[in-house]
């Protein structure tokens, strides 16, 4: 039987799209979305929170977990599924595609750069990220774990084609972290 | 005066929650996403037609109605002001189509939507400072080509502003802007802080609030996070320099707050007075 999404489409989409923009806002914090749905596995609950409150029909999706994950991302957000150069939205349960293939937008126009959402292992306030920029005082640390081999430095790759770029979302079980394409680790 | 925090309002029957329906929510939500990820980079958006005309903060109050919680408590400010026309009428439109508490007191609002003021109380973290924008174009009287400004965001080409600022020394011996000074984002892109007095650019510095603008005509959102470098564009041998009028208000005695003149007769009598409101009530002890 399909999994139900939000309780409440209205407010809980918008508690879930303020975790996020709180989560973008400060990268490296971790914010715990609340009431986050429960998704099919490998979607974890934070993941389908962020699916429903941003994806619909004008949103090219594309996810790695399964046909029960895919048949609740289409029933409950009628997102259209894509390639992943061609996503606005990647769900990535697993390693996700390398990300120099993924949309990072054009120079005049950077917001068209995907939103890369991951699932990890573990997050955690302190570890090992030393995080430095927009939304971050001086400096915050963040520990990940689970992180598929190379990602960081892939991403460091991106750095100097900003302002295009990629956003990412780390999720654990309901909580999230940000790491924006502004945000450099050290 | 009003108590720091209003009563919640009776909700209008037949309205989504917060009047935009939950598409156009989205949109401008994954705008916003986007124009947090890109600081002082311009995203277009759908602009919807709003129950308020064009120029009085149409673009603002969709910024809000697509952040806005049943949790949050707003506060609405014109030039300073929460008792002006504009700033009573975006008020009493969220207490009613969302039901939220609202206030005067910045300490107390987690959102506080302006047109062309930044509070003198300073912001904290958490809170969410909404600016209504007329023109978020900082190029457009140097270049009326849309394409062209695009490109020249995208080439970080910012010359043309320059030369108007030294055009301006040469003819006045000064920096003529005394409000919508543009500022540099992050070190990246150019930016219109909208027409707030050039005496409030420095608290967009490492503000610890999130800085959002709405621009409804124009169909722009963008925005600054939280603690980002916002430098006022400015000369070494002419630094930016903030104007305010060398005045003490006339209520509260301030000689640090932003003034505004009021004429008081037709015998050229006037005072100066705090433009922010409630933060010369606040020192006045209501």
Sequence with gaps: MMQPGFADPVLDAQSAFRAVLEALSHPGRIIPIAPAPIPPAPLSPAMGALALALCDADTPVWQDGGAQAADWLRFHTGAPFAEAPAAMFLFATGRPPALSTLNLGTDEVPQDGATLVLNVASLKAQGTLRLRGPGIKDEVSLGVEGLPENFLAERAALRPHFPRGLDIVFCCGAQIAALPRTTEVI | ?286
């Design chain 2, 1 to 286: 005066m009003n108590i720091p925090v209003n009563p919640v309002a009776e909700q209008l029957a037949g309205y989504n929650f917060a009047y935009l329906d939950e598409a156009t929510k989205r949109m401008i939500r994954r705008a916003i996403l986007k124009a947090v990820a890109v600081p002082g980079h311009q995203v277009p958006f759908g602009a919807r037609e709003m129950p308020l005309p064009y120029g009085w903060g149409t673009g603002g109050i969709q910024v809000t109605a697509s952040i806005l919680g049943p949790r949050d408590v707003l506060k609405v400010i014109d030039q300073g002001a929460d008792d002006t026309t504009n700033a009573v009428s975006i008020r009493r439109f969220f207490g009613r189509v969302a039901g939220v508490r609202t206030t005067d007191r910045t300490r107390e609002a987690t959102i506080v939507q302006t047109r062309h003021r930044i509070p003198e109380t300073a912001l904290r973290e958490g809170q969410v400072l909404v600016y209504q924008v007329p023109m978020p174009e900082p190029l457009f009287r140097l270049e009326p080509r849309v394409s062209e400004t695009t490109r020249l965001h995208a080439l970080g080409d910012y010359g043309l502003m320059q030369v108007r600022l030294y055009e301006d020394i040469v003819k006045h011996g000064e920096v003529a802007t005394a409000y919508n000074h543009p500022v540099m984002v992050n070190a990246r892109y150019l930016m219109s802080p909208s027409p707030i007095p050039s005496f409030d650019n420095p608290k967009m510095h490492m503000n610890p609030a999130l800085q959002l603008f709405g621009a409804g005509r124009e169909k722009r959102i963008y925005a600054v996070p939280p603690y980002t470098a916002v430098q006022s564009l400015d000369f070494e041998d002419h630094p930016f320099r903030p104007i305010r009028a060398p005045h003490a208000c006339a209520l509260c005695n301030s000689t640090e707050s932003y003034l505004d003149e009021v004429i008081t007769d037709d015998q050229g009598g006037r005072m100066f007075v705090c433009s922010d409101t409630d933060y010369c009530a606040e020192r006045r002890g209501e």
